[in-house]
């Protein structure tokens, strides 16, 4: 597979994953850990499926407190293509500065933002996929790559497509971005054969990004491009930066204006937002119980569900369907796949205690 000429992959790092507690935390979150059990972080696999089609031209956005910590799982990045936030914003900001640098530094070029903590299992059918993306977005396309359904999710936000577009076999008009529907909503929409999740993948030429932002924000694209022109005013200007997300920012107007088109794709894509996920991901179904890390220190009778051991300690479960089981060396998480999106809910309680240690 041949690298793209010109084209960049800036990574946004952040979140705290906290859907995946006690495993992620705010300290160490889910794109630092291996959650497939492939012997390569979440990180490093987005890294992995996209050198390809880059070689070296990456820029990684993450918070401060984990630049370290990216830089040693990612060490052939040179030093100026990881950038620190000093605080989050969100991916309007992280995405937006991207490009402001992109747009100083390589004006020709066009950026694919890819998020650090997916997982996608045909890496070959991404890489098509993308480069069908980058053919529409040398024509000053905002582009997002729309996931072929596969079940009528509530998880998710769906793009809804128009026609198809003239000269790029393969993309076709938004229409419109559609919050986070209900189950029969969601239903719905598959039946028309004509809604894709939204997995927040953009590529587009920063300049285009940025314009597109100036249109409803000037201050907040020009404050992107002087801290592009001038890193040292970082601290000074970041703080008063809009919290937002790029599709709200960016996305969601401009595609009320006829200006964002998308490639649908199917490659086996998760978001991994929870542990009812991730036990589908790595194959929990039926009759089995899956455990991710050392499968010895598990034992388990008449019990399905997902199971991680990573507290060091030996993890007995009897009679127990569906159950998950996530045993760290200071925190204990028991619960159903069907109650997985309920373990935020943990972290929001214990941060409303003030014991931010444990979040």
Known sequence: ????????????AGGA????WP???????????????????????????????????????????????VSDQLPDLADDTIVAEPSARDSMAAIGLAAAMLEREHPDAVMGSFAADHVIADPARFGDAVRTAVDAARDDWLVTIGIDPTFPSSAFGYIHLGDDLPGHPGAAAV???????????????????RYRWNAGMFVVRPRVLLELLAESDPAFAASLREIAADVSRLEELWPSLPKIALDHAVAEPAAAAGRVVTVPASFGWDDIGDFDSLATILGAAGEDLTVLGVADLVQAIDSTGLVVPAGGRTVAVVGLDD????????????????RAQQVKDVVAALKAQGRDQLT
């Not at 987005?46 to 390809?52: E, G, I, K, N």
Request: hydrophobic share 40%; proline share 5%; aromatic share 8%.
């Open 1 to 12: 597979m041949s690298s793209i000429e010109n084209f960049w992959a800036v990574i946004p």
């Open 17 to 20: 994953g906290t859907r995946l």
């Open 23 to 69: 495993l992620s935390r705010s300290s160490s979150p889910k794109f630092l850990h291996d959650l497939t059990g492939g012997g390569r972080s979440l990180l490093q696999g987005t890294y992995d499926r996209l050198a390809p089609l880059v070689d070296d031209r990456f820029m990684v956005v993450t918070g401060r407190a984990h630049r370290d910590a």
């Open 175 to 193: 229409r419109e971005f559609v919050e986070k529907p209900s189950e029969d909503v969601a239903r719905d929409y598959l039946a028309t054969g």
């Open 323 to 338: 159950v998950v089981v996530v045993d760290t060396p200071d925190a204990l998480l028991v619960t159903t796949r069907a």
